[in-house]
């Protein structure tokens, strides 16, 4: 098993930063991917960003370029700094590991509110 613990969530203006981080425990060494999702309100939970094991990214085409996601294996855990933000990235945030047994676990989730 794993536990995820996310912190950081919160309201900012349009335009500025903010950074999620989110650390593990528990089972710790069974972890490859870390991941961020987000669901805005009546919208499917979606892929925000993904980081391997060995540091390969991916991003979400409407992120790219303004997110950037980082972890820290030692720590446990993993990062998402976000700027530039938007209005539309209003969501909540959940920070979501895979195992390398193919298991998903998911954190509790952080409410990020972009205000205009």
């Known amino acids: 098993q794993v536990q995820l613990v996310e912190s950081g969530g919160g309201l900012v203006q349009a335009g500025g930063p903010l950074g999620l981080s989110c650390a593990a425990s528990?089972?710790?060494?069974?972890?490859?991917?870390m991941d961020w999702y987000r669901q805005a309100p009546g919208k499917q939970r979606e892929l925000v960003a993904e980081i391997n094991r060995g540091g390969s990214t991916n991003y979400a085409d409407s992120v790219k370029g303004r997110f950037t996601i980082s972890r820290d294996n030692a720590k446990n855990t993993v990062y998402l700094q976000m700027n530039s933000l938007k209005h539309e990235d209003t969501a909540v945030y959940y920070c979501?590991?895979?195992?390398?047994?193919?298991?998903?676990?998911w954190g509790q989730g952080t409410q990020v509110t972009i205000s205009s």
């Open positions: 528990g089972s710790i060494f069974i972890i490859n991917s």
């Open positions: 979501s590991v895979v195992s390398i047994m193919g298991y998903r676990y």
